[in-house]
């Protein structure tokens, strides 16, 4: 059979019943489009968690008290190691050769009132200057925490957006006063917009000097966090081991077992991905159970039509069609039904994942891969659905056949 003819009798197999045709296209456009959809979500999900966790800093470390086990995560070591990190370790990790920056932080939640009426709970950081270029925030009025104030214990503070909006609304918070835990503090500057959340989003914080957090506010001198920024991210592993080593000799503990932490975006990007490709493969494996319902859909129809066509095969195979002819043209029609299938199924998910990320602001990235998947799925299925009525219509006895009612 030439393929002209093949494909002439596949359009008029499939036309002559539209209905029916459409129907049984329609399970396999559902899968196919809750697939694309569903890794999308999880893909888009994925890539701005990563955004996220990369505005905190470039090539940042973060060294925090405790120690970390694994599948037990952050634990005391039992010797008082929850408050080990002062400011003298800050200045043995700044001789470490590959640190570009480093910035001591001292984080509490307080309870900020403004002189509006407004007020709202907050994190506080007692930072130092170095704290914008570790982690890669912008000042869009007025100034940062400097050295001098610093020095000073000024009673100054530096909101994130989300905090000024909540206490001032669309007032200019310059010069204005706020009251953290009773005492008041003069802002100074307001940061711009990561538009990020979570993951210790600066635009929900507000920063005073280091040292007017530790003696003041605070009361303590402990740090909660150093911040270390790598000049080069092939450093990364090798300034990680120098300072273990270094905080460790200071410490004056075991480097196997040390009483700190010490964690990279590596290892959150890693963890995340894992997490997110797990989320993922799940989103899509539900979504593949409707793809499995489609196939039995295609198998369930080939086979009427073999049954429909039993006439039809018997002359066929009277006048000469051999095995392989009525076997590959049942084949071609259950692929073509899972081809077209596939297609309007990609341009749903496209559509539906645009949907998702305009009204339910949850980000969204559809991929040539997701979709090139897609057709292959698609594909398979017609061929693995498609296979036994084909196989069973080409081995249709001629006689029997014709004899079919």
Do not use: C
């Not at 009483?259 to 990007?269: A, G, M, N, R, V």
């Not at 429909?308 to 095995?323: C, M, N, V």
Request: proline fraction near 3%; charged fraction near 15%.
């Amino acid at each position: 059979m030439l393929l002209s003819d093949l494909f002439s009798e596949t359009y008029i197999a499939l036309s002559s019943n539209k209905a029916r045709s459409g129907l049984t296209a329609l399970g396999i456009i559902i899968g196919i489009a809750s697939v694309i959809a569903m890794v999308s979500i999880g893909q888009g999900t994925s890539g701005q968690i990563q955004s996220s966790i990369e505005g905190l800093g470039s090539n940042l470390l973060t060294i925090s008290p405790g120690f970390s086990q694994q599948g037990k995560g952050y634990v005391s070591s039992g010797r008082g190691a929850s408050q080990n990190l002062k400011n003298e370790d800050v200045e043995v990790l700044k001789a470490i050769e590959g640190v570009s920056y480093i910035s001591p932080e001292v984080q509490k939640r307080y309870q900020i009132v403004a002189t509006t009426g407004n007020n709202t709970n907050s994190t506080v950081i007692g930072v130092a200057p170095s704290y914008a270029m570790v982690r890669n925030v912008t000042v869009a009025n007025g100034n940062f925490i400097t050295d001098s104030q610093v020095s000073s214990l000024s009673k100054v503070v530096v909101l994130g957006p989300t905090v000024a909006s909540d206490l001032f609304g669309e007032d200019n918070p310059i010069g204005q006063t706020i009251r953290i835990n009773k005492i008041n503090f003069k802002v100074v500057g307001v940061l711009q917009a990561k538009g990020g959340s979570g993951f210790s989003n600066p635009d929900d914080m507000a920063f005073v000097p280091l040292t007017t957090m530790q003696k003041i506010l605070a009361g303590q001198e402990y740090l909660s966090s150093i911040s270390i920024s790598v000049a080069s991210k092939d450093q990364m592993s090798q300034v990680k081991e120098l300072a273990l080593s270094t905080l460790a000799q200071k410490h004056n503990v075991d480097p196997t077992s040390p009483d700190f932490s010490i964690l990279s975006q590596e290892d959150i990007l890693g963890t995340l991905a894992q997490v997110t490709n797990t989320f993922t493969i799940f989103l899509a494996s539900i979504a593949g159970i409707s793809l499995l319902v489609g196939g039995i859909g295609i198998m369930n129809m080939m086979l009427t039509s073999v049954t429909e066509r039993t006439r039809e095969i018997g002359l066929r195979k009277a006048i000469g069609a051999k095995r392989n002819d009525i076997s590959r043209q049942f084949l071609t029609e259950a692929i073509m039904l899972t081809f077209f299938g596939g297609v309007f199924g990609v341009i749903i998910g496209w559509l539906a994942a645009y949907l998702i990320s305009s009204l339910a602001n949850i980000t969204t990235q559809v991929s040539w891969q997701s979709v090139a998947l897609a057709f292959g799925i698609s594909a398979g299925i017609g061929i693995v659905f498609g296979y036994y009525p084909a196989y069973r219509a080409a081995k249709l006895n001629p006689i029997e056949a014709l004899r079919h009612e």
